[in-house]
């Protein structure tokens, strides 16, 4: 027969390794970066005058300032000094700028299609927008004025 304490060597032997295996480790993901943004809100659109308070401010006498060097802004940036003069005045066999009876709307659209002139005077919304081209209508208005 077998001792006591051999039974309690072989059960304590058997119990250690039934029982005795390690843990499963539970590996826990990882911390991972990600950009957030804040929320901006868009800034509000400029006032644009329309061309009824064009007429009056015109019929006023001044026209805003600002909208003005805007639009002198462009006619530097786009070149028409080149033909029209610093003043509008035309060089060469270029007529005068004052000379043109368009209304706004008609200049704008002219400005886009470059009307019987060409591909010249065609300026698409990247280099000239509708805000653009009413600045420079307004521009070659103070021009006719003399102001």
């Not at 058997?14 to 539970?26: F, K, N, S, W, Y």
């Amino acid at each position: 027969m077998k001792t006591p304490t051999t039974l309690l060597l072989i059960l304590s032997l058997t119990l250690a390794a039934c029982g005795g295996a390690p843990a499963e480790t539970v590996q826990l993901p990882t911390a991972t970066t990600i950009p957030t943004f804040a929320y901006v809100a868009p800034t509000a659109p400029p006032s644009v005058a329309t061309s009824a308070a064009a007429t009056q401010a015109g019929a006023a006498g001044s026209l805003d300032p600002v909208t003005l060097e805007r639009g002198r802004g462009r006619y530097v940036a786009l070149g028409c000094a080149e033909c029209h003069g610093d003043q509008g005045e035309g060089v060469g066999e270029v007529q005068p700028l004052s000379a043109s009876t368009q209304s706004e709307q008609e200049f704008v659209a002219f400005m886009r299609s470059g009307g019987e002139l060409g591909a010249e005077h065609q300026y698409a919304t990247n280099r000239l927008s509708d805000s653009g081209g009413r600045n420079l209508y307004q521009y070659l208005l103070s021009l006719r004025e003399g102001e």
